[in-house]
């Protein structure tokens, strides 16, 4: 019975330090510099690496969700993705640019597991670094920092353009939805899995709902979050799809990631091991911020979309198309 206490007691006091880390800092986003800089300590640091593996990413779980390794749930996650976006029927040298690789993961499987030509783009440098070490030189892939507001690639060329969890980052979902369509081939397939507010242009965000998303906007470096309504309809306006943009909702499919991802800490004491008490902290203090995500994706706040367009057959020039004003005035 005392050991029950102890331990009791012990996770209360590791909470309230956690909540405590919580209240005292925030990584609010200040520009493309700050995304930049929180992505290159996470990564130098490598405590996110070690609890999240080479995906950074949520989990792919089945409808209804199914108990799951968490770093397999994210392998599971990218093939689900390939399936869903119609990849899988593409032929072996394929070109992808994949926007926000983070440190490579989806980029190997997508060339290791499907033969795709593989260009991964990040704005941090130590994403960049670390991904080229993790991949081993025979894959067909390569890595670069780049800004996904302005791509650094001409028009037209990719046949793949492909994103996981990169738009919560972007300070203009306007501009973000041009690029991603302006570098992919007339006829290529774009596929976009992203962290997704309600559409509050029906349900207006209420008095509880209001300061929780303020919170997981500052915390992550996070401008802003897109609906799936909104965005699909940012993805049209460009005037560069055919036809209309397929969404569906994986709030189901990724929710156990939240706790899963908390439970990395207790299922592997072995990392306090390895990053100390400073490591510890760094993790307690992420543990909020989690539980918030769970609440928020749990009760309809959020929602995580899929996005899946073809670039238009037209040989019409992107200025031709809606302008990048046009685009911000009518969506924001």
């Known amino acids: 019975m005392n050991f029950v206490f102890f331990v009791f007691g012990l996770l209360l006091g590791l909470l309230a330090i956690a909540i405590a880390l919580y209240l005292v800092t925030s990584r609010r986003y200040q520009s493309a510099e700050s995304v930049a800089n929180s992505y290159d300590r996470w990564t130098e640091d490598g405590i996110l690496e070690f609890y999240w593996g080479e995906h950074i990413h949520l989990g792919y779980y089945d409808s209804p969700p199914q108990r799951k390794d968490f770093l397999a749930a994210k392998a599971d996650f990218v093939r689900e993705m390939v399936r869903w976006g119609g990849l899988d029927k593409l032929p072996p040298g394929t070109t992808v640019l994949d926007v926000g690789c983070g440190i490579g993961g989806s980029s190997r499987i997508l060339a290791r597991d499907y033969g795709f030509s593989v260009t991964g783009i990040t704005i941090s440098p130590q994403q960049v670094k670390r991904a080229t070490e993790l991949t081993p030189n025979d894959l067909d892939v390569k890595f670069a920092v780049d800004d996904a507001m302005s791509v650094s690639f001409p028009d037209a060329s990719f046949d793949v353009v492909w994103s996981i969890e990169a738009g919560p980052h972007m300070p203009d979902k306007a501009i973000f939805a041009r690029e991603l369509l302006r570098v992919l081939k007339p006829g290529g397939i774009l596929v976009v899995a992203d962290w997704n507010q309600r559409d509050d242009r029906s349900q ?36 560069l799809t055919e036809g209309e943009v397929v969404t569906a909702d994986w709030t189901e499919q990724t929710l156990p990631s939240w706790f899963d991802s908390i439970w990395q800490g207790v299922a592997r004491p072995e990392g306090l091991v390895r990053f100390g008490l400073s490591g510890l902290i760094k993790s307690l203090r992420e543990v909020p911020t989690i539980l918030l995500m769970r609440i928020a994706f749990g009760t309809g706040l959020c929602r995580f979309g899929m996005f899946r367009a073809v670039r238009a057959n037209s040989s019409a020039k992107l200025t031709e198309s809606f302008s990048t004003e046009t685009l911000t005035s009518k969506h924001g």
């Open 204 to 239: 207006p965000l209420n008095l509880w709902e209001r300061p929780v998303m303020r919170q997981l906007l500052d915390q992550w470096s996070h401008p802003a979050f897109a609906s799936i309504e909104s965005f699909s309809e940012l993805l049209e306006a460009t005037g």
